[in-house]
């Protein structure tokens, strides 16, 4: 591996829900659903608009809390507090945007900074150009196509070295070259922490190891 792609050492995990609902006032969210699902690996998460896939990506996540139910993310059968949880999750959604006064490597850098990541230059330089965005590093956002902003919603979710990436319809805005890109991301996030890749599109579905399908009534069958 070059340096470049090094990247801290990801502990196996398990990812558990149990009854986990959510509600938007009187509109349902997510209909309750338990899973359980572990590192290595990729778990496609599918399901018709409005199942739920991006609240429950956001839940995952930390930014939403459920109405009901838990969800529990565990490193080496250590529990994490939710302050802890999120600093292992990464998370790409197409509804991260940046400051378009600030370059590509500034907006990340603003990130990593406020996460309090250590040589926070260094990881927005292993995190651009693992997706290709090296050369265009200290381009303004307004500058990059929507594209390249969308490999930068990945770079964001990078930064760190997540044990757990959340990619909600990572290949959006993309063409072959993205597509390929993302995928061999989530073929190295997968070696050795978990995937969850919340899409419809089978050039994405198949690079799941395990699957959940989400329903109008709830969890459908793992594939």
């Given at each position: 591996?070059?340096?470049?792609?090094?990247?801290?050492?990801?502990?196996?995990?398990?990812?558990?829900?149990?009854?986990?609902?959510?509600?938007?006032?009187?509109?349902?969210?997510l209909d309750p659903l338990s899973f359980r699902v572990g590192a290595p690996g990729v778990v496609a998460l599918t399901g018709p608009n409005g199942s739920g896939k991006s609240t429950l990506l956001r839940i995952i996540a930390g930014l939403l809390r459920p109405t009901a139910g838990t969800l529990?993310?565990?490193?080496?059968?250590?529990?994490?507090?939710?302050?802890?949880?999120?600093?292992?999750?990464?998370?790409?959604?197409?509804?991260?945007?940046?400051?378009?006064?600030?370059?590509?490597?500034?907006?990340?850098?603003?990130?990593?900074?406020a996460r309090g990541l250590g040589?926070?230059?260094?990881?927005?330089?292993?995190?651009?150009?693992?997706?290709?965005?090296?050369?265009?590093?200290h381009d303004l956002v307004p500058e990059l196509s929507s594209g390249m902003r969308q490999r930068l919603r990945l770079a964001f979710a990078l930064l760190g070295g997540p044990a757990l990436l959340l990619l909600d319809e990572p290949g959006s805005h993309l063409d072959d070259e993205g597509r390929a890109t993302v995928a061999r991301v989530v073929n190295e996030q997968a070696r050795e922490g978990l995937v969850i890749l919340a899409t419809n599109d089978e050039r994405e579905t198949t690079l799941g190891t395990q699957r959940i399908e989400l329903r109008r009534r709830g969890l459908g069958d793992p594939a």
């Open positions: 591996m070059s340096a470049a792609l090094a990247r801290p050492a990801l502990a196996p995990l398990t990812l558990e829900a149990d009854g986990l609902t959510h509600r938007y006032g009187r509109r349902r969210g529990s993310l565990a490193l080496d059968g250590e529990t994490l507090e939710p302050a802890a949880r999120r600093l292992r999750v990464g998370f790409a959604s197409p509804e991260l945007s940046f400051y378009d006064e600030l370059s590509a490597f500034e907006n990340l850098a603003f990130a990593a900074e040589e926070a230059a260094a990881a927005v330089g292993r995190a651009l150009e693992r997706v290709g965005l090296s050369a265009r590093a």
